[in-house]
């Protein structure tokens, strides 16, 4: 599994999270999830992937910015990766700031993920027009990458304007920290891979997967040497791989523990679904057998999730492995069990 892959690079393994509430005091879960980080420093993780959501127990983070920064202050290695921030939810001229000071504070270790939202329940308690979301996010992301390489903003959009605005700092990465964008929507395929952005993809299985990273791999090729690209600066995109990893020693132990880590998880992301009487949406992600069975939710012996981590990889072509390791309510003790075995028996024989 050591081969070349997609870019000229080596798998490399990073971590997504959305840092969900399980009745357990914020205070706490920030600071466990800090601890958890600190080891995934030392591990030798890439970058760790933090959501952003709204109004949801599904995420205790709905500002990235913040979190993140405490990130930066615990780690040395680690990069740091808004996945995303929702762009339509932000004054551009304030994230802009705020981009800039994240990555100067964690020295230039911000991998930039942006995105419009796909869940219009929390855009419409930001009284923002859903089927307007793109058109800012474009517009946003237009602002951002013209201000990050120049002193002075001059910019008139439909959503913003901005005029004669003196810009006193920059990214600490020139011209701008790498770009992501995660998407299980083929239709965006053709845009992220003319740009070249980083990009991650979740819940489907691997058969699936494949035809999106192939057609991205495709669009790339044709496209990489134009000019005026976003993220030209990033010669080879990382195509992530997101699944859901928990290992304990035995089978029986990972199925019980994982099983009611998934029930409680998959409420906290249905939860304004069903709220709003949309729950039928997310039902396929109920059934934890049939997600097991697929190896969507990877679960097991370190044995048995090295082969299903070696099989994904394999299958989808990507060059980046990025597993959730603390969902539901799952405890703090278990999650870093889980995550050790991985490092130490999953990862050096995969990568």
């Not at 798998?11 to 800090?34: H, V």
């Not at 202050?73 to 680690?78: G, K, P, V």
């Not at 219009?120 to 859903?130: G, Q, R, S, T, W």
Request: glycine share 4%; aromatic share 12%.
């Amino acid at each position: 599994m050591s081969e070349t892959r997609f870019g000229g690079l080596p798998l490399q393994f990073g971590i997504f999270d959305w840092i969900e509430w399980d009745q357990t005091p914020a205070s706490d879960i920030f600071e466990q999830r800090l601890q958890m980080l600190e080891y995934a420093d030392q591990a030798g993780f890439y970058c760790y992937h933090l959501a952003e959501h709204h109004v949801t127990p599904l995420s205790l983070a709905p500002s990235p910015t913040v979190f993140l920064t405490a990130v930066a202050q615990r780690t040395r290695r680690l990069r740091l990766g808004p996945l995303v921030y929702l762009l339509p939810f932000y004054n551009p001229l304030r994230l802009l700031h705020e981009i800039c000071m994240l990555d100067h504070l964690s020295h230039g270790r911000l991998e930039l993920g942006v995105g419009r939202g796909i869940v219009p329940m929390e855009a419409e308690h930001f009284d923002l027009p859903v089927d307007e979301l793109w058109d800012i996010f474009r517009e946003t992301l237009d602002i951002l990458c013209t201000a990050f390489t120049t002193d002075v903003l001059n910019y008139e959009g439909k959503y913003h304007s901005y005029k004669d605005v003196r810009l006193w700092m920059h990214p600490f990465q020139q011209p701008y920290p790498p770009l992501w964008y995660a998407s299980n929507n083929r239709d965006t395929v053709p845009w992220i891979a003319q740009h070249g952005f980083n990009t991650a993809h979740i819940f489907e299985p691997s058969a699936a997967t494949k035809p999106h990273f192939d057609l991205y791999k495709q669009l790339w090729q044709q496209h990489c040497a134009e000019p005026h690209r976003l993220n030209q600066h990033v010669k080879a995109p990382k195509l992530g791989l997101v699944r859901h990893v928990y290992v304990a020693p035995t089978e029986a132990q990972a199925e019980a523990e994982c099983r009611a880590a998934w029930t409680a998880w998959f409420h906290n992301i249905n939860f304004l679904w069903d709220k709003a009487g949309l729950g039928e949406r997310l039902q396929f992600l109920r059934d934890f057998d049939a997600l097991r069975s697929s190896e969507v939710c990877i679960v097991g012996t370190p044995q048995t999730v090295r082969e299903q981590v070696q099989r994904a990889v394999a299958a989808t072509g990507v060059n980046y492995f990025c597993p959730i390791f603390a969902f539901g309510n799952l405890r703090h003790e278990q999650v870093m069990t889980s995550m050790r075995l991985f490092v130490q028996e999953v990862m050096p024989a995969v990568r």
